[in-house]
């Protein structure tokens, strides 16, 4: 038989991969709760070819943020608390334990239950939230729009680009 610490080992690798499933699937309820916000949360307009908070969130986080980023933000952090909100309090202490914060805690002898935990899981969903974002591609890319998705209404007259302009002389008057 082995010994207990391989004993231990195995028990961890097995509880590291049950919690690294509650948290995924903790991820996907807020992703799917982010990806359902109504499209008049949107910040930018009826022609934008980013259709969705989340697409106008994930171009922000890759490109560069906007006046509106601390909203989507805040709304994307206000999910994440809800979410730790409604888990239990057991479920909340093991999660804690594979997160950052837990690495910073100086105490050892009884989990800190509470806002510390909450405030820790939030911040950690809200961590895998944006580097969800910046990895995932976007759907359509406004910044890779090319010409041709744009009419050519802007010349009436294509004479101006057939070369078909009337010629100058020195003087600046058209031929005759």
């Not at 948290?23 to 499209?39: E, G």
């Not at 976007?138 to 998705?149: A, N």
């Amino acid at each position: 038989m082995g010994d207990s610490s391989s004993f231990d080992q195995i028990r961890f690798n097995h509880v590291r991969r049950l919690v690294s499933s509650k948290d995924a699937s903790y991820k996907k309820t807020i992703l799917q709760s982010i990806k359902k916000f109504p499209k008049s949360a949107r910040s930018s307009g009826d022609d934008s070819v980013l259709n969705s908070v989340w697409e106008e969130f994930k171009y922000q986080v890759q490109r560069e943020q906007s006046f509106a980023f601390d909203v989507y933000e805040s709304s994307i952090r206000s999910v994440c608390r809800g979410v730790v909100d409604e888990m239990p309090q057991d479920e909340r202490a093991l999660l804690w334990l594979f997160t950052e914060a837990w690495l910073d805690w100086d105490e050892e002898a009884v989990i800190p239950h509470g806002s510390m935990i909450d405030q820790a899981l939030e911040d950690s969903f809200c961590q895998q939230i944006v580097e969800h974002a910046e990895n995932e591609p976007l759907k359509h890319d406004p910044d890779e729009e090319s010409d041709d998705d744009w009419e050519d209404d802007e010349f009436e007259d294509d004479d101006e680009l057939d070369g078909d302009e009337p010629d100058d002389d020195e003087d600046g008057l058209p031929d005759k």
